[in-house]
Each structure stands twice: as C-alpha cells, then as structure tokens.
C-alpha cells in the first residue's frame, strides 16, 4: 500500500514537471515583456488560487511571523520568474532550460542547510556534472550567453524557494504558502515595474495573450505549484528538483514541435543536453545505492 502510494506520487510528480516543461512554450507565444507577463500571470493565478481556496472553505489566516516569511520567499519566487521569463525573451526556449538545469547544482548545496539533512558527496558529484555540461553547450553556444546567465539565476532562485517550501510545508498547508508567495510575488514584480518607470504602463493583455496568459496561470501555475507544494510532505525537495530536470526535455520538445527550426541547436548543444539527461536518469539509481542517510 505504502509502495502504490510512493508510485503515485511520483506520477503525480511527472505531471506538474510536464506543466511546467509547457510554461516556456507560453512564455515564448506571449508577446509580452518578462516583467509584464510575469504581473499578469502572479494576477490571474493569484486571484485563481484565492477563488479555489474560498471555495474550499481554507482558512487563509496566518500569524505575523508566517505572513512575513511567506511574502520573503514569495519575493524570491517573483525573481524567479522574472529571469526565466527574460532568458527566454533574450534567447530561446532550449537556451533558457539547459542554464535552468543547474538547479540539481545550487539544490545539492542548499538542501542539507536548509533541512538539516546528511550531506551527500553524490549530489554535488551530479551538481558538477549538470555544471559542466552547461559550460559545453555555452561553449558552442556563446550567442546566447545573457539567456545562459538568466536561466541559471532562474535555477538559482528556484532552488532556494523549492528547498525552502519543504521546511515551510511542516508549518503551513499547501494553499496557504502558494497563495501568500504570490503575493509577495507579485509585490516584488510591481517594485521592479516601479523601478523601470513603467508601473502605471502595464497594458491589459488580449486575444491570444490573454488566453495563452490564463492557461499559464491557472494549470501551469495555480494548480502545478501548489500540487508541487504539496508533495513534498511524501518526497524531499532534492528528488524534486532532480527529478525536476525533466522540465528541459519537455520545454525543448515541445518547443521544437512548435516552433520549429528557431529551436534547433549546434551539435554541441546536444551533447550537452545529453549528459544533462544521462545525469538525470541516472541519479535516482545511484542514490539508492550509495546514500545511507
């Protein structure tokens, strides 16, 4: 029972990383600038989120010290976001995932001093080896260095939010944390708007941006971030994350079936790209056999 429960989870798993493996594909479609789109996304989702927990009946109370806590990591999951989105604008969707797929790195470190778990030399091992063949694909890839650098930033910030929810989902449900992060989200994105002079600018999106816009936030966003808060009570953040760099193979894909030759790289990227997938099949066997925490 406990085995069909665990199998469960990881196909839930699966799922939210084959939502967000789309979210690129519409960050690309919408033809809006990262930090518009991202404001739009943080509304509808959040106005989404509120609907659904209202609906529910969650209560959405929370102490001082909660309220502030949740809108500082909020504040990271809105940078987040925003590099992302831009590595996308400045470079294209298989750029944008191979510089994110050095999370498994940042997490590797992150993890055993958020959660003061056992360190294991075998993360940092793998953490390298995504690292490396992330210098591989920027070396035959060097056009695209600023989308290098903002998607790694990108895998940064979700690699201390991702790591961090896991100790936050011990104190607090699922919707609360999600509900209140994208507020302090969304604060984040208006004082960056504020700071660029463009606050009072932001234009109300319509026709195809809009709709790709609500698809972004309700399935890719409400439900795939809070359902990826929730599963962490059954499975810790690192195999997460790991299992996360998935995420690349599904952008990539389907970004090549939609967008076609814009997509396609130098033979050096997909060598890159295919040490990053040997990396990520091959972590969770190796874990089983060699780590004893």
């Not at 890719?220 to 195999?239: G, N, Q, R, Y």
Request: charged content about 10%.
């Amino acid at each position: 029972m406990g085995s069909n429960l665990k199998i469960n989870k990881f196909l839930l798993l699966h799922f939210i990383i084959l939502l967000w493996g789309f979210t690129p594909v519409l960050g690309k479609l919408i033809s809006l600038q990262a930090l518009d789109l991202v404001f739009w996304r943080l509304v509808f989702s959040g106005l989404s989120l509120f609907i659904y927990l209202r609906f529910k009946g969650a209560s959405l109370r929370i102490n001082w010290k909660g309220f502030v806590s949740l809108m500082g990591w909020g504040a990271v999951v809105g940078l987040h976001w925003y590099f992302f989105y831009h590595a996308i604008k400045v470079s294209n969707v298989a750029i944008t995932m191979a510089g994110f797929s050095s999370i498994t790195l940042f997490a590797s470190v992150v993890q055993p001093l958020v959660l003061k778990k056992k360190f294991f030399w075998g993360d940092a091992v793998y953490g390298l080896i995504i690292a490396a063949a992330i210098l591989v694909i920027l070396q035959f890839e060097k056009f695209y260095a600023l989308g290098i650098f903002y998607g790694v930033l990108a895998a940064l910030t979700a690699a201390l939010f991702g790591v961090y929810n896991g100790k936050l989902i011990l104190k607090h449900d699922a919707g609360k944390i999600t509900f209140y992060e994208f507020l302090g989200a969304l604060v984040t994105i208006c004082i960056l708007q504020g700071l660029n002079g463009e606050l009072g600018n932001i234009q109300f999106p319509l026709g195809s941006d809009l709709i790709y816009l609500l698809i972004l936030s309700v399935f890719c966003t409400t439900l795939a971030f809070t359902l990826s808060v929730e599963i962490l009570k059954k499975i810790d953040p690192l195999t997460v994350i790991i299992t996360n760099n998935l995420e690349p193979v599904y952008g990539v894909g389907f970004s090549l079936l939609i967008f076609g030759q814009s997509e396609l790289m130098s033979s050096g990227f997909y060598i890159g790209a295919s040490v990053l997938l040997i990396a990520v099949f091959t972590y969770p066997f190796f874990k089983r056999k060699f780590y004893k925490g």
